[in-house]
């Protein structure tokens, strides 16, 4: 069995507990976990989905140095 290390286990923590707070109080990632739940999901499926949903939105915070923009514009790429 591999050894998840102390700090991957925490990340992996720390964005399940995010996911369960916003599938509470978020309008729209509650949408998305109760769309995922009408797909048949189970509910911790469900929430390992809007975990992976925080992540890459916090990736992409981080990578693009931007401030959280709750209603974001999309373009194409290479017309911004």
């Given at each position: ?6 700090h ?13 707070s ?6 729209e ?38 401030p ?13």
């Amino acid at each position: 069995m591999k050894k998840f290390y102390s700090h991957v286990r925490l990340l992996r923590y720390s964005f399940w507990m995010a996911a369960v707070s916003a599938r509470r109080f978020n309008p729209e990632l509650k949408e998305f976990y109760e769309l995922k739940r009408s797909q048949g999901k189970h509910s911790n499926v469900a929430t390992g989905a809007l975990a992976r949903r925080l992540a890459h939105l916090v990736y992409s915070i981080w990578k693009n140095n931007k401030p959280f923009d709750p209603a974001p514009q999309w373009s194409p790429p290479g017309n911004n």
